[in-house]
């Protein structure tokens, strides 16, 4: 579990395409030292858990159902990485649960830079944008944020100097691909409501009763 608090750009050092799977070896800096073999890791929003460290490079296993929902397949070195560590009972928390697991991947489509902002749209997939909902959370590459305006295939989000400057978002332009996971909540709330795997029906008195909300 993590909170989408971006500890480290940490950067990409090595990867190891194999058959259906790859390595990854990430330079994380300080954040090494408090690391062990097994911790989970979040790079760019996927958990991935360490399998090696050598000095302050970590290494990682990288599943084909990760290199199929994400965007770490497509990294290269010296490409550099949001990192943040498992979230530890007692921390603060910070920006919203995330748990690491990817819905899918969406594109920068476009941003609009004013005093103090940028205000950067995302496309995604129409079942991903029916997981969202307007002032709700998302991560984006591992990034907690917050809707600010939601379309059918599209979001937008607000990002301050702050968040631009210590994240991969301050250096991605418009067509690069981002790990987007909706919120949890979000998608609990959608399940409950489904009357079947793939159709999700109105919300109505009767269906609340019958759900057992009323």
């Not at 500890?7 to 062990?36: F, P, T, W, Y």
């Not at 990485?81 to 819905?103: A, M, P, Q, W, Y």
């Not at 590459?141 to 607000?158: H, M, Q, R």
């Amino acid at each position: 579990m993590f909170t989408g608090i971006i500890e480290h750009l940490g950067k990409v050092k090595q990867i190891k395409r194999q058959a259906n799977s790859a390595v990854i070896v990430v330079d994380i800096a300080q954040m090494s030292k408090d690391v062990n073999s097994g911790d989970s890791i979040a790079i760019n929003g996927a958990c991935l858990t360490v399998t090696h460290i050598k000095g302050s490079e970590v290494s990682f296993d990288v599943s084909a159902e990760t290199l199929s929902k994400t965007t770490i397949g497509e990294l290269r070195a010296s490409d550099r990485v949001n990192v943040e560590s498992s979230l530890r009972i007692g921390d603060k928390l910070g920006g919203h649960f995330v748990t690491g697991h990817v819905d899918g991947v969406g594109v920068i489509n476009r941003k609009e830079s004013e005093t103090g902002q940028c205000t950067m749209w995302f496309s995604v997939s129409k079942e991903l944008a029916n997981m969202m909902i307007k002032k709700g959370s998302v991560s984006v590459d591992g990034i907690s944020l917050t809707i600010v305006d939601l379309e059918e295939k599209l979001f937008s989000v607000a990002l301050i100097p702050y968040t631009l400057e210590v994240t991969t978002l301050g250096f991605k332009d418009i067509g690069h691909k981002v790990n987007i996971e909706t919120d949890m909540l979000g998608k609990w709330v959608k399940r409950i409501l489904s009357t079947d795997d793939k159709t999700t029906s109105g919300i109505t008195e009767e269906m609340l009763r019958e759900k057992g909300f009323l």
